[in-house]
């Protein structure tokens, strides 16, 4: 599923190519990924310009004028493509967006969990408040990361770092990676982790979470940018998808495990 640096990847691409732009057009190939009927959809959204691109967690958010937000969330295998002027949609392009200066922007989801919804101000901040606090923010500290820790003391370290009510973003692929950095083995209990070690993963997560933006994210599945290319940060994971292998810190070997059903790597030697 694409996380944190992958949706930001998009925001950032998207946001020279569509802000300012108005939607000239809608086409659905695939109904059921929407929120309203699809006529109605596509009546309350063409004609609207583009005044903004946000990304809160893993959903990337299009501020559009008059009271409206187009909120796509890519689950696991949603790609949004800036696809230019002369596009070849795939079998799996399920809603076409054309703009003003006729680029289109197609929305495709190979597994079809992803969804895009089109919501008001009001609907959006109470999807927003679902979410816990952003990683990446100023006003995120290592302080803050205890508090979360000491409300949930029994729980696994990382499907905690995964609790998007918790924290906004992490997801199975940089929770690990966080954890390796950190030397904590993804099956410590929130309440057995000291302050130093807190300090050491919050430095970690943020420094995993900047790396992958600024290689465009991991392409471990379906995920590409919004021009279509893979992100180059796989090359760069420690432990994901690794097992068997040597461990690059340590002369340990990299194990899987199922933690919260979720495929788990970690090197038992070095993670403690």
Not at 186 to 191: N, V
């Amino acid at each position: 599923m694409p996380e944190l640096p992958e949706v930001e990847t998009i925001r950032r691409q998207l946001e020279s190519k569509i802000v300012g732009k108005k939607i000239n057009d809608i086409k659905v190939h695939y109904a059921k990924l929407l929120n309203l009927p699809e006529k109605k959809f596509i009546e309350q959204v063409v004609g609207s310009k583009i005044i903004a691109l946000k990304r809160r967690a893993k959903i990337l958010i299009w501020d559009l004028e008059g009271d409206k937000n187009l909120v796509f969330h890519l689950k696991m295998a949603g790609q949004v493509i800036w696809a230019g002027k002369n596009p070849n949609p795939a079998r799996y392009t399920y809603v076409i967006f054309t703009l003003s200066d006729s680029n289109k922007v197609f929305f495709n989801d190979k597994r079809k969990f992803g969804w895009v919804k089109l919501l008001n101000n009001k609907e959006l901040e109470k999807l927003l408040l679902s979410y816990g606090p952003e990683p990446l923010d100023k006003n995120f500290t290592w302080q803050k990361l205890k508090e979360i820790l000491s409300k949930k003391k029994r729980i696994r370290i990382k499907p905690l770092l995964m609790d998007q009510t918790l924290l906004a973003g992490v997801g199975n692929i940089y929770a690990q990676e966080a954890c390796f950095c950190a030397g904590i083995s993804p099956e410590r209990k929130a309440d057995n982790i000291v302050d130093k070690e807190i300090e050491k993963l919050y430095d970690c997560l943020k420094k995993v979470l900047l790396d992958s933006i600024k290689h465009h994210g991991t392409s471990a599945d379906a995920y590409v940018d919004a021009l279509g290319n893979k992100g180059s940060f796989e090359g760069r994971l420690k432990v994901y998808g690794r097992q068997g292998e040597k461990c690059y810190r340590c002369a340990g070997i990299v194990k899987k495990i199922k933690l919260g059903g979720r495929g788990t790597y970690f090197c038992s030697k070095c993670q403690k």
